[in-house]
């Protein structure tokens, strides 16, 4: 395995002025550039919690949480206890089983990303949205309707259901905020895990206006249910994607499981 170069204890990493950015957004920035510098090749392992809190003159639950925001990248493990390893060095291909936001994702293709916030409205959880977030039917929720673009280009209608602390935080974003995911860790809230399932829908009329297609044309559809490091759903989305826009790819293995349900067809489906 690639061992990363003997050096010298970096500086502790400094807040920008106004001080909004965590400190562990700060620390995961400066190992995530290690990273992408080919210092920790794939495969390797990072340095101990405790030795990288040292490192940075920081507490280990600040280098926890750093930790987590790379795995959030998709570039590194995430068991605590245990010595990250390294999972994707510079140039390497991710797939659909690693956690990583829109925005990140376009970054990654050399797209620019960009998003226009339709509506933000707070309202009461159904029973599928308290199912999912695990709160009680009727607890308070805020929904969100976004179009997403790549490089200006109409790609996605992202329709997303935040449990209501979290949902406030995105409620005072403007409209045009890029990245609902990067403002959120600003704030502590992380999105580490998540469920996803790929399936087909059809576009109702508001799809076919923000995405430009005929109403009723095939869409690739993302549900997907997101965690925080604590297991807390901190989300959940249905995003819809013009066709050719996105590929979705899985690796299983034989002590693994890769999820196919029969079932009634969907309602959207017809």
Excluded: K
Excluded at 65 to 70: E, F, R, Y
Excluded at 87 to 97: M, Q
């Amino acid at each position: 395995m690639n061992q990363p170069p003997a050096a010298g204890p970096p500086a502790r990493p400094q807040r920008p002025a106004g001080g909004r950015t965590p400190l562990y957004l700060a620390v995961a920035a400066d190992l995530r550039t290690a990273i992408g510098a080919g210092e920790y090749g794939s495969g390797a392992r990072l340095p101990a919690e405790d030795e990288l809190a040292r490192r940075y003159t920081v507490s280990r639950g600040t280098v926890r949480q750093a930790l987590a925001a790379l795995r959030a990248d998709g570039l590194v493990t995430s068991r605590r206890g245990t010595r990250r390893v390294v999972l994707a060095g510079p140039g390497e291909r991710r797939d659909a089983t690693e956690l990583r936001s829109f925005t990140r994702w376009a970054r990654s293709l050399g797209e620019d990303p960009g998003g226009r916030t339709v509506h933000v409205e707070p309202g009461a959880a159904d029973p599928e949205e308290a199912a999912e977030l695990r709160i009680g039917p009727g607890a308070p929720v805020y929904r969100v309707l976004r179009v997403r673009t790549l490089s200006g280009r109409p790609v996605m209608v992202e329709r997303t259901t935040y449990p209501d602390a979290v949902g406030a935080l995105v409620a005072a974003m403007p409209a045009d905020t890029v990245s609902y995911s990067e403002e959120l860790a600003r704030h502590g809230v992380l999105f580490t895990d998540a469920h996803h399932t790929i399936d087909i829908a059809l576009a109702d009329a508001r799809d076919a206006t923000l995405l430009g297609c005929p109403q009723g044309a095939p869409l690739l559809r993302e549900r997907r249910r997101a965690t925080d490091p604590t297991g807390s759903p901190v989300e959940w989305s249905q995003d819809r994607y013009l066709p050719g826009t996105v590929a979705f790819t899985a690796h299983s293995t034989a002590t693994g499981a890769l999820g196919r349900r029969l079932g009634p067809p969907d309602p959207a489906v017809r």
